[in-house]
């Protein structure tokens, strides 16, 4: 019942900026602590952003601190990845993701993360 559905990816050269959306439904979304995560071929998936349910903290994976932004309008039900001098070893599929209950701490770890989108293309050009 609950569905993440990301857009937004596309194809950018080297220092060019994209958005990422999640859209959620299903769940009270304005409770839920929410994060992306990001996969490269032959690579594990990795965390890239969290922000709390209110929007009022956020956490970065250190290759992207400086160049990606997480934010959330709780009135949409939706979060957002901006994302800036972007880089090729930024591509990847990127993910959006949810716990399986509202949590008081942001997990930055794949186990917190129960719900996924199918994830949205990111590639960058050199």
């Known amino acids: 019942q609950v569905q993440l559905v990301e857009s937004g990816g596309g194809l950018v050269q080297a220092g060019g900026s994209l958005r990422l959306s999640c859209a959620a439904s299903g769940l009270t979304f304005s409770v839920y602590n929410m994060a992306w995560f990001r996969q490269a071929p032959g690579k594990e998936r990795e965390v890239v952003a969290g922000?709390?349910?209110?929007?009022?903290?956020?956490n970065y994976a250190d290759s992207v601190k400086g160049r990606f932004i997480i934010s959330r309008d709780n009135a949409k039900d939706t979060v957002y990845l901006q994302m800036i001098s972007l880089k090729p070893e930024d591509t990847a599929v990127y993910y959006c993701?949810?716990?399986?209950?509202?949590?008081?701490?942001?997990?930055?770890?794949?186990?917190?993360?129960?719900?996924w989108g199918q994830g949205t293309q990111v590639t960058v050009s050199s």
């Open positions: 993701a949810a716990p399986n209950r509202a949590l008081s701490a942001l997990a930055m770890d794949i186990s917190a993360y129960t719900y």
């Open positions: 922000i709390t349910w209110s929007g009022t903290s956020t």
